[in-house]
Every structure is written in C-alpha cells, then in structure tokens.
C-alpha cells in the first residue's frame, strides 16, 4: 500500500508562483519502475495531466499548457516530489493531485497511476 499526502497549496495572484510537495509513503514503492504524476481539476472540468516524473531516472513529462512555467522535481532521499509552479494564471487554479503508479507508460492518462493523494487546493487571484 502507498499513501500520498500533498501540502503547499494556497493562494497565489495571477503572475505569481506556488510549490507544491508531495510525500510518498509506503514499502511497496518501487524506486525502479513507480512514476509520480500531478493532477489537478477545476470545477465544473474533469481532471487533467499537469506534469510527471520518472523516478529512476528523474525523466520528466508536462502538459502542454504548463510547460516552461512549472518544474517537477523528486528527492529521492526524502521520497518527495515538488511542482514549482511560476507566472500563474487563471486557468492554473484547481484542486491539484499527485498520484504514482507502477509501470506507467502512458503518463498524462490518470488511469495508469494506482495512488492518489486527497488534493491540495491552489487559487489564483487577479
């Protein structure tokens, strides 16, 4: 079994930044073959990719949309994962996920990942 517990969500203004940490907890966590993923979901819209990340070798995938503004990041130490979030706006606000499965080969679809996280809520103010 695998838990994920999310922090450093808030409130940000448009142009600002937000990091988000996510912990991995669990002995089943695979350091070869798990990949950690962020999520997120507006309300009203259905739940979207943002980025993720290899743990192995630390390859890193994003969403169109967040790419050159966000980094994901790992300690491999601390089994965490960060999301730098930088110059946001409007549509960055959303309840953010972290999630990790095993063996993921398809990262931006949400099925492939078998642990979420509960959220962690990231506001954008104009």
């Known amino acids: 079994q695998i838990r994920l517990v999310e922090s450093g969500g808030g409130l940000a203004q448009v142009g600002g930044s937000l990091s988000l940490n996510c912990e991995v907890f669990?002995?089943?966590?695979?350091?070869?073959?798990?990949?950690v993923g962020w999520f997120r979901q507006a309300p009203g819209k259905e739940r979207e990719f943002v980025a993720a990340i290899t743990w192995e070798r630390g390859t890193t995938y994003y969403a169109d949309s967040v790419k050159g503004r966000f980094t994901i990041s790992r300690d491999n130490a601390k089994l965490t994962v960060d999301l730098q979030m930088n110059n946001l706006n409007s549509e960055d606000a959303a309840i953010y996920f972290c999630a990790t499965g095993r063996n993921v080969i398809s990262t931006m679809i949400d099925t492939e990942y078998e642990y979420w996280g509960q959220g962690t809520q990231g506001t954008v103010s104009s």
């Open positions: 669990g002995r089943t966590f695979n350091r070869y073959r798990n990949t």
